[in-house]
């Protein structure tokens, strides 16, 4: 089915770990972003992309990484997990300007 | 800095009533404004408004945004108990290098049986 695809769903860490949440889309869209989504705080965006090998922070970009090799993928790399990143990271692509944004599923990561 | 003000926080409503949601916002140079429904997992889109003054219409759902007073408003009539959700209100910038949408907090809508 065509849409976003995240990986994984749920993720524990530890203080201190890195890992990288997957993002992939088969919609030919060449704008790809990172939110989290914390309580009462709503979305933020994290990183973007409007397209192949260019990326660009958002609005809170500390403590993440990304890099956009391929229209189809965009990683979203935490260097060294602490826990005020413990949130809810969605991924969303789109065609500029056109029908709105599709969004992944969702990662709900703790970080203890 | 893009800001975008939803009321109310949450609602309460009983089953057949009207609801009306709303969205301010500031932003430098506007694009579009996006409603979103979000129940357990992703957000999922509503619509997009450009257009000032011109209603966009699904189902029991619409919306209008007046881009000289700088809001948007949902509207949902008839509600049922599925319609329970937060919806989010976001608007995208013309601007170059501010891409990316900025989200308001939320309504989130319960519809009591």
């Known amino acids: 089915n065509a849409g976003v695809t995240q990986t994984p769903k749920f993720q524990v860490l530890k203080t201190g770990q890195s890992m990288t949440l997957q993002c992939a889309q088969d919609?030919?869209?060449?704008?790809m972003s990172w939110y989290r989504q914390d309580p009462g705080m709503g979305l933020r965006l994290i990183h973007y992309?409007?397209?192949?090998?260019?990326?660009d922070q958002g609005e809170v970009p500390n403590g993440y990484n990304v890099s956009r090799s391929t229209t189809e993928d965009f990683p979203l790399r935490l260097l060294s997990a602490a826990p005020s990143q413990t949130s809810v990271y969605f991924c969303?692509?789109?065609?500029?300007?056109?029908?709105?944004?599709?969004f992944g599923s969702g990662t709900r990561l703790t970080v203890v | 800095e893009d800001k975008v003000v939803q009321s109310p926080l949450s609602l309460v409503v009983h089953e057949g009533d009207t609801v009306t949601l709303n969205c301010s916002y500031e932003?430098?140079?506007?694009?579009?404004l996006l409603w979103y429904k979000q129940e357990k997992k992703a957000p999922t889109f509503l619509f997009m408004l450009?257009?000032?003054?011109i209603e966009k219409k699904s189902g029991r759902l619409s919306s209008i945004l007046d881009k000289k007073e700088l809001f948007s408003i949902l509207n949902i009539t008839a509600t049922q108990t599925g319609d329970s959700a937060i919806y989010l209100c976001?608007?995208?910038?013309?601007?170059?290098?501010?891409?990316?949408?900025?989200f308001g907090k939320g309504t989130h809508l319960i519809i009591q049986p």
């Open positions: 976001a608007v995208e910038s013309k601007d170059e290098g501010a891409d990316g949408l900025t």
């Open positions: 969303a692509s789109s065609h500029r300007g056109r029908r709105g944004y599709t």
């Open positions: 992309s409007v397209g192949a090998g260019i990326t």
């Open positions: 919609m030919n869209h060449e704008y």
């Open positions: 450009t257009s000032s003054g």
């Open positions: 932003v430098t140079n506007f694009r579009s």
